[in-house]
C-alpha cells in the first residue's frame, strides 16, 4: 500500500507496506460500511468474489500481467521518450529509423509482428507508438541493432534503456532461478532512480511500480 509520493521514491519491495489478508479485509468492510469514497485511499472498490473461494488469498494469489505492464506500458514509454532524446541530439532521424523498421528481416516466425514505423504523431504523443504488444516486443529487442551504433555509448539515456532491455528480459524469460529474483530486484531500483534523473519532467506511473513487485512474483509463480 503506497501514495503517489512513495511510489516516486520507493523502488525496492522491502521499503513498501504490503497488503494482506487482514488488512485488505479490514478495509472492504470499512468501504461496506461507511463510506465507498474511501476507495481512492484503500486502491480497493469492493470485495471481490474470490474472496469467497476457500483458501484463495487475493492479496497474494493474483499475479501481474507481464507482458500488459512491460510491453503495453513501461518499455513503449521509454523507448518514446530515448528516441525523442536522440532526434533531439541529431543521433538520427526517424526517416532513418522507419527505414531500418521497414528493412529488418525478423524471420519466419516473428514476420507477422513486424513493428508498425513509427508517425511524427505517435512519438509526440501515443506511449505505445502505435504497437500490439508483440509488435512492441520486436520493436524493443531490435531497437539496439536499428539505432545502437549511431548512439555514443556514454549516452546515458541510451544505457539506462539497455538496462530496462535486461529487465524486460528476465520478466519474460522461460526459465529463471532466485538468483536472478534478487538480481532484477536491484535492476529495477537502478533503472527507476536513473529515470527519476534523465527524465525530470516525466513521473514513475503506477506500471513502472508494479515492476517493483515482479522479484517477488518470480519466486511465487514462476516465469
Same mark, same amino acid.
Given at each position: 500500500m503506497v501514495d503517489r509520493q512513495d511510489i516516486q521514491s520507493k523502488f525496492q519491495e522491502c521499503d513498501l507496506v504490503l497488503r494482506n489478508e487482514t488488512s485488505h479485509a479490514e478495509q472492504c468492510q470499512e468501504l461496506e460500511d461507511q463510506d465507498h469514497?474511501?476507495?481512492?485511499?484503500?486502491?480497493? @472498490?469492493? =470485495?471481490s468474489i474470490l474472496c469467497q473461494i476457500d483458501n484463495f488469498k487475493v492479496t497474494e494469489c493474483l499475479p501481474f500481467d507481464t507482458m500488459h505492464i512491460l510491453l503495453e506500458g513501461v518499455v513503449?514509454?521509454?523507448? =518514446?521518450?530515448? !528516441?525523442?532524446?536522440?532526434?533531439?541530439?541529431?543521433?538520427?532521424?526517424l526517416a532513418v529509423l522507419n527505414e531500418g523498421i521497414r528493412d529488418i528481416d525478423l524471420g519466419y @516466425?516473428?514476420? &507477422? @509482428?513486424?513493428p508498425t514505423e513509427i508517425?511524427?504523431?505517435?512519438?509526440? &504523443? +501515443?506511449? &505505445?507508438?502505435?504497437? =500490439?504488444?508483440?509488435?512492441?516486443?520486436? !520493436?524493443?529487442? @531490435?531497437?539496439p541493432l536499428l539505432v545502437g551504433g549511431l548512439i555514443p555509448e556514454e549516452d546515458l539515456q541510451y544505457r539506462c534503456y539497455l538496462l530496462l532491455l535486461a529487465i524486460l528480459s528476465i520478466s519474460m524469460a522461460m526459465t529463471v532461478?532466485? +538468483? +536472478?529474483?534478487?538480481?532484477l530486484s536491484s535492476m529495477i531500483d537502478d533503472d527507476h532512480r536513473q529515470f527519476r534523473e534523465l527524465y525530470k519532467d516525466e513521473s514513475i506511473t503506477p506500471k513502472m511500480h508494479y515492476m517493483v513487485h515482479l522479484p517477488s512474483q518470480l519466486l511465487s509463480f514462476g516465469p
Amino acid at each position: 500500500m503506497v501514495d503517489r509520493q512513495d511510489i516516486q521514491s520507493k523502488f525496492q519491495e522491502c521499503d513498501l507496506v504490503l497488503r494482506n489478508e487482514t488488512s485488505h479485509a479490514e478495509q472492504c468492510q470499512e468501504l461496506e460500511d461507511q463510506d465507498h469514497d474511501l476507495s481512492v485511499q484503500f486502491g480497493v @472498490n469492493h =470485495r471481490s468474489i474470490l474472496c469467497q473461494i476457500d483458501n484463495f488469498k487475493v492479496t497474494e494469489c493474483l499475479p501481474f500481467d507481464t507482458m500488459h505492464i512491460l510491453l503495453e506500458g513501461v518499455v513503449t514509454r521509454e523507448i =518514446r521518450l530515448l !528516441l525523442q532524446h536522440c532526434i533531439q541530439k541529431k543521433y538520427f532521424t526517424l526517416a532513418v529509423l522507419n527505414e531500418g523498421i521497414r528493412d529488418i528481416d525478423l524471420g519466419y @516466425n516473428e514476420s &507477422k @509482428n513486424q513493428p508498425t514505423e513509427i508517425s511524427t504523431t505517435s512519438l509526440a &504523443k +501515443d506511449e &505505445k507508438l502505435g504497437q =500490439r504488444a508483440a509488435q512492441s516486443w520486436c !520493436l524493443t529487442v @531490435n531497437l539496439p541493432l536499428l539505432v545502437g551504433g549511431l548512439i555514443p555509448e556514454e549516452d546515458l539515456q541510451y544505457r539506462c534503456y539497455l538496462l530496462l532491455l535486461a529487465i524486460l528480459s528476465i520478466s519474460m524469460a522461460m526459465t529463471v532461478t532466485p +538468483d +536472478d529474483a534478487c538480481l532484477l530486484s536491484s535492476m529495477i531500483d537502478d533503472d527507476h532512480r536513473q529515470f527519476r534523473e534523465l527524465y525530470k519532467d516525466e513521473s514513475i506511473t503506477p506500471k513502472m511500480h508494479y515492476m517493483v513487485h515482479l522479484p517477488s512474483q518470480l519466486l511465487s509463480f514462476g516465469p
